[in-house]
């Protein structure tokens, strides 16, 4: 990336008159209390994926038509996302379970800082604004809770392809007349970053090769979806991707694959409360690793046409996980199963490959009686008998999730402060956990 160029950002304006800097919501201080003890057990759908619906609803940025989009889940990030996307003067239509956006203009091709730094998701606008727009500027995201994340591979993808790129004032500002295919190689697997470059390459002129890309199934909905608007993409799933650029993009519909986290998730509290659980409209396929770990730890799993059943009657046993890209382990999952290893007699060791800085859940776990040791990268996990209920902190969206897992077998109460962090990724958790039994609430 080239030196800061400390002249004032020239083509691009700040923000489109009257555009509301502060973001699409202030975020409240909820809490969540839960009575921890009951077995789950029931039925409940899962959502639609949220890290499939971020670079999908940028990816209608590529287009002048409208792309019609279903399963959206219902998330404050898909929110952020809905007006990141308005700022730049795409226009929205909600109706019933479905989305239409429509990017016949684009006004301002500009991510502020503001939305940037609640979602560094965000980077996903680089891609479509300067395969579109010929020129984007979007804020660095800063500092991140789960380590560096930096988006230097972003950038150089953006390079090779022809693209010109400074840092000025803390934004990326890109510019290109057009995009050039190229063959670039990752340095690490990036996800955001496969479909940044993915999403520029659809208008590229020739053919473009990412190679060492990510073969999250996230990976394979985007590319799905823009197949569908008329971009020529193989591999995607694969480590090689070849698109082929064309002039332009057309409407299309689609619907958003399901929340293999989400599901996941439920799984694991399953999983941990010793009961009897239905996720309907799974997609199990995406989740080997996680239904092999869940058996390991003593659960049993059934699929059945596309819906997953997770029961355990047995006792726990103590299981290893160490995260890798799809198709390991998903590090978003990572702080789920370290919830339920607190309660597997035995010594359970969970290894993070992937960021650097995502432990700070084994603080809060600790303090509801945990017995966690970190060293490195790992945690060494030795089962205890029960978990007692405390005031606990979320300090990032899956450390949140496996907090409610852990009061969810905790005795007594367990509150758990800023569950902001778990509003960005889980549609309704309360309503969802509530219907299968457990005694969940949300104060304001
Ligand atoms: C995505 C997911 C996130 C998940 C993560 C890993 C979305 C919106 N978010 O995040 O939920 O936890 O994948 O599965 O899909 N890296 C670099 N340079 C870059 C980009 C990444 O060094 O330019 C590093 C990161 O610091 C990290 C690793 O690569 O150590 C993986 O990050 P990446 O796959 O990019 O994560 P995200 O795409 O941000």
Redesign the pocket.
């Known amino acids: 990336m080239d030196a800061p160029d400390l002249a004032p950002p020239p083509a691009i304006a700040d923000a489109p008159p009257g555009a509301d800097r502060r973001g699409p919501h202030a975020l409240p201080m909820d809490k969540l209390v839960i009575e921890g003890g009951p077995r789950l057990a029931g039925a409940i759908a899962v959502s639609g994926a949220?890290?499939?619906a971020?670079?999908i609803l940028c990816a209608s940025l590529l287009t002048a038509e409208p792309l019609r989009l279903s399963n959206v889940p219902r998330l404050n990030?898909v929110r952020t996302m809905r007006t990141l996307l308005a700022q730049m003067g795409v226009a929205h239509d909600a109706t019933g379970g479905a989305l239409a956006l429509c990017a016949a203009h684009i006004d301002w091709p500009l991510a502020p800082y503001e939305l940037v730094k609640t979602m560094?998701?965000s980077?996903?606008a680089l891609g479509p604004l300067l395969a579109r727009c010929g020129e984007a500027r979007v804020s660095l995201p800063g500092g991140c809770a789960?380590?560096?994340?930096?988006?230097?591979?972003?950038?150089?993808g953006l390079a090779a392809m022809g693209a010109e790129i400074d840092l000025e004032h803390g934004y990326i500002a890109a510019r290109a007349r057009r995009l050039r295919g190229a063959r670039y190689v990752f340095?690490?697997?990036?996800?955001?970053?496969?479909?940044n470059l993915m999403m520029a390459a659809t208008l590229a002129e020739g053919t473009t090769v990412l190679e060492n890309a990510?073969r999250?199934p996230?990976v394979v909905d985007l590319a799905r979806c823009l197949v569908a608007m008329g971009a020529r993409i193989v591999g995607a799933g694969t480590d090689r991707i070849a698109i082929d650029g064309v002039d332009a993009l057309h409407g299309a519909t689609h619907a958003i694959m399901p929340d293999r986290?989400e599901t996941g998730t439920f799984a694991a509290a399953a999983a941990a409360t010793g009961g009897d659980v239905v996720l309907e409209g799974a997609g199990a396929d995406a989740l080997d690793a996680v239904i092999d770990k869940l058996r390991e730890s003593g659960a049993s799993v059934d699929v059945r046409d596309g819906a997953l059943r997770v029961r355990r009657d047995g006792p726990l046993a103590p299981f290893n996980v160490r995260t890798a890209?799809?198709p390991g382990f998903?590090?978003?999952m990572q702080a789920q199963m370290m919830a339920l290893a607190t309660v597997a007699p035995g010594t359970s060791v969970i290894t993070e490959t992937?960021?650097?800085n995502r432990m700070m859940h084994v603080q809060e776990l600790k303090r509801l009686g945990a017995d966690i040791e970190v060293e490195g990268n790992a945690a060494i996990v030795r089962g205890v008998p029960r978990l007692a209920g405390a005031t606990v902190m979320a300090t990032d969206?899956?450390a949140s999730a496996g907090l409610v897992i852990a009061g969810l077998i905790a005795d007594g109460e367990t509150t758990i402060d800023r569950i902001y962090h778990l509003d960005r990724?889980y549609e309704r958790i309360e309503d969802k956990l509530g219907a299968l039994g457990a005694r969940i609430r949300r104060v304001r």
């Not at 789960?146 to 150089?156: E, F, T, W």
């Not at 340095?187 to 479909?195: A, F, K, N, R």
Request: hydrophobic share 40%; no cysteine.
């Open positions: 949220k890290n499939a971020l670079p990030d560094r998701a980077i996903l789960i380590g560096l994340r930096p988006v230097d591979q972003h950038v150089k340095d690490v697997v990036t996800v955001t970053g496969t479909e990510a999250e996230e986290i890209p799809f998903p590090t978003d992937i960021f650097e969206l899956r990724g």
